[in-house]
Nanobody
Framework: QVQLVESGGGLVQAGGSLRLSCAAS????????MGWFRRAPGKEREFVAA????????AYDDSVKGRFTVSRDNPKNTVYLQMNSLKPEDAAVYYC?????????????????WGQGTQVTVSS
């Protein structure tokens, strides 16, 4: 089992940056693929980014490529999402998730554990 707690959300102007963090409990963090998802008001939750156990491979949704960067620090049991050049359409609740399977996953049903989410608001 792993428990996930996101932090770092807040209000930012369009064009600004935020860094989200997701702290995981447990000693098996390095065994999980970690993903970031988001849900905007009135929309389905959608994939944002994912990173493999070692951090050697990453995947991004096309809407955030070149602006967001996912990274992890296994000794600190933490995964990060650096978000630059934020747009109003990036506003959402952002969730981190852990996947105890091989390979990067873009579908939320493939993830086993979820955090409670952190709100990101982008003003235009």
């Amino acid at each position: 089992q792993v428990q996930l707690v996101e932090s770092g959300g807040g209000l930012v102007q369009a064009g600004g940056s935020l860094r989200l963090s997701c702290a995981a409990s447990g000693r098996t963090f390095s065994g999980y693929v970690m993903g970031w998802f988001r849900r905007a008001p009135g929309k389905e939750r959608e994939f944002v980014a994912a990173i493999t156990q070692s951090g050697g491979n990453t995947a991004y949704d096309d809407s955030v490529k070149g602006r967001f960067t996912v990274s992890r620090d296994n000794p600190k049991n933490t995964v990060y999402l650096q978000m630059n050049s934020l747009k109003p359409e990036d506003a959402a609740v952002y969730y981190c998730a852990a996947r105890n399977k091989l390979g990067l996953g873009v579908e939320e049903r493939s993830y086993d554990h979820w955090g409670q989410g952190t709100q990101v608001t982008v003003s235009s």
